[in-house]
Structure formats: structure tokens, C-alpha cells
Nanobody, 124 residues
Framework: QVQLVESGGGLVQAGGSLRLSCAAS????????MGWFRQAPGKEREFVAA???????YYADSVKGRFTISRDNAKNTVYLQMSSLQPEDTAVYYC??????????????????WGKGTLVTVSS
């Protein structure tokens, strides 16, 4: 199981930007697909973005064109660059990994390892 620690959340005005980071432990990081999810108050956890071991990226329609996921395998870190933030982006953002290498998962139930989350608040 990989250990994940998110950072970079905070308060930002609408239209602003933030970059989230997720530091991962474990030697298999470069072979893992990684995902970002978010959960707003009173709502279910939802998929935001994912990046495969080879760098292919996938996004929820709600963030496409505004968010960018990337990874640095030398640093065992995955990033989520968020731009043009809107109040509806307010949520706790979680980094997650599946239980096996070379496996792409984009549903919360399919993820095996989770960070504790970082809060992003977008004010109007």
C-alpha cells in the first residue's frame, strides 16, 4: 500500500489558481496510475483527474480545460494545477492510487490508497 500526503490547498478568490501536490511513498510509484478526487459538503466523492504511468491524462468534464494533472516520478509526486477556479470547485481534494500497478481507475470505489485530503475554498 502506498502512503499519500496532499498539500497546497487554501482559500482563493474566484478566477484564481492553486496547485495541489501529492507526495507518495513506495518504490512502485512510476508504475501506478494516480488520481485526484474531491468531495464537497453534502455531496459524494467524485473523480477529478487521473494520470497513467505513461503520462496519459483523463479529466472530469467539469474541470476539463481548467485543471491539469501531472507527475514527477523522480520526486514520487503528482500535481493538480487548478485555474479559473469557481465557488463550485470548493471541496476537500484527495489524492488516490489503485491497488495494483499498471491499472487505471477513475472511480472512488476502485481506489485502494487515499491521502487525508486538502481543503480548497473558492470565494465569490
Amino acid at each position: 500500500q502506498v502512503q499519500l500526503v496532499e498539500s497546497g490547498g487554501g482559500l482563493v478568490q474566484a478566477g484564481g489558481s492553486l496547485r495541489l501536490s501529492c507526495a507518495a511513498s513506495g518504490r512502485a510509484f512510476s508504475s501506478l496510475a494516480m488520481g485526484w478526487f474531491r468531495q464537497a459538503p453534502g455531496k459524494e466523492r467524485e473523480f477529478v483527474a487521473a494520470i497513467t504511468w505513461s503520462g496519459n491524462t483523463y479529466y472530469a468534464d467539469s474541470v476539463k480545460g481548467r485543471f491539469t494533472i501531472s507527475r514527477d516520478n523522480a520526486k514520487n509526486t503528482v500535481y493538480l494545477q487548478m485555474s479559473s477556479l469557481q465557488p463550485e470547485d470548493t471541496a476537500v481534494y484527495y489524492c488516490a492510487a489503485p491497488g495494483r500497478t499498471l491499472q487505471l481507475v477513475t472511480t472512488p470505489g476502485g481506489m485502494h490508497s487515499w491521502g487525508k485530503g486538502t481543503l480548497v475554498t473558492v470565494s465569490s
